[in-house]
């Protein structure tokens, strides 16, 4: 069994479920994804429903003042300048693309608050775009499976050379959050639990440590 194929079981038996990963609206997703930015899925859970309660579109958060903004989103933190960055993200959406969340990853990166590891979520996830989404974790995991590294940011490159090889286009959502959730509960950067990996046959970081 390859590594891919080992990542996607590991997902379908241990990943992670969590509502802006099972609906297929852009705009909730995106949502979710800002949220997540330095910010642990048990801290955004309760606020990311709250939120869509309030306001389930963009029309909705355009409209409402930044201070009711960041009294919901308080306990994630920084909510002083996350709130300004979702009331201009709902903003740009009413006005520049008509209320809609685009799929098209140059003008997802220019929404405020949006870089490339959200805009590869959002097309992966909403759209079914077949795109990697390499974030913290994933650098994390494969810098370790394959160099060793626990400095992965330096190895960027080479790393998302082996994520390409790999990457399968007919089954990208599952393996691309089957990453994540390895990274964030298995590969973790203290403490990792290689034991329980189904990557640590043939893990260059085990084979080191």
């Known amino acids: 069994m390859d590594i891919t194929e080992k990542i996607i079981r590991w997902f379908s ?3 992670r479920d969590f509502p802006w990963r099972s609906t297929d609206n852009p705009y909730h997703i995106l949502l979710g994804e800002m949220m997540l930015q ?26 409402v003042d930044v201070d009711k903004i960041a009294e919901v989103i308080y306990p994630l933190g920084l909510q002083n300048v996350r709130s ?11 006005d520049d693309h008509g209320g809609e969340v685009p799929d098209t990853e140059n003008e997802l990166i220019e929404l405020p608050g949006v870089g490339y590891y959200i805009s590869s979520a959002v097309l992966c996830i909403a759209f079914d775009e077949p795109i990697p989404m390499l974030d913290a974790n994933a650098g994390r995991l494969f810098g370790r499976y394959y160099f060793g590294e626990k400095l992965y940011s330096e190895i960027d490159d080479k790393i998302h050379d082996q994520v390409s090889k790999i990457f399968p286009e007919d089954r990208a959502k ?7 959730d390895m990274g964030a509960l298995v590969c973790r950067q203290t403490n990792p639990v290689c034991e329980d990996c189904p990557l640590k046959k043939g893990c260059t970081y085990l084979e080191k440590n």
Request: charged fraction near 30%.
């Open 84 to 94: 300004k960055r979702f009331k201009r993200l709902a903003q740009t959406l009413v």
């Open 13 to 15: 038996a241990e990943g």
């Open 38 to 63: 330095k910010t642990s899925a048990t801290q955004v859970l309760p606020i990311y429903q709250e939120m869509l309660d309030r306001w389930p579109t963009p029309e909705d958060l355009a409209e």
């Open 174 to 180: 599952e393996f691309n959050l089957g990453v994540i």
